[in-house]
Nanobody, 120 residues
Framework: QVQLQESGPGLVKPSQTLSLTCTVS??????????WSWTRQPPGKGLEWMGA???????YYSPSLKSRTSISRDTSKNQFTLQLNSVTPEDTALYYC????????????WGQGTQVTVSS
């Protein structure tokens, strides 16, 4: 059974960098069949895909967030990390990591989500 768990600070000050880690168990992040993604949901709004990292380490980002987003990985820890720079209160959201099937980009396993609030 694949499990994903987000971790990171729940409160970030405006203009700072938000950094979250997703720890994966029950499956390897270098498995060619899967990508690993970040998605967020601001309060009262729908899901917003942020980006993904492939089994080989290639990255893809939402055009609207590309200038501020970076996704990296630590294969020795089976973790991947999201960094979002220059945050504003509009970045307040529930942040999820998820596994995507590489063939159809369906998200088949999700973390439970972690709330991040941007406030001074």
């Amino acid at each position: 059974q694949v499990q994903l768990q987000e971790s990171g600070p729940g409160l970030v000050k405006p203009s700072q960098t938000l950094s979250l880690t997703c720890t994966v168990s029950g499956g390897s992040i270098i498995n060619n069949y899967y990508y690993w993604s970040w998605t967020r949901q601001p309060p009262g709004k729908g899901l917003e895909w942020m980006g993904a990292i492939t089994s080989s380490g290639s990255t893809y980002y939402s055009p609207s967030l590309k200038s501020r987003t970076s996704i990296s990985r630590d294969t020795s820890k089976n973790q991947f990390t999201l960094q979002l720079n220059s945050v504003t209160p509009e970045d307040t959201a529930l942040y999820y990591c998820a596994r995507l099937q590489s063939t159809n980009l369906v998200r088949d396993y999700w973390g439970q989500g972690t709330q991040v609030t941007v406030s001074s």
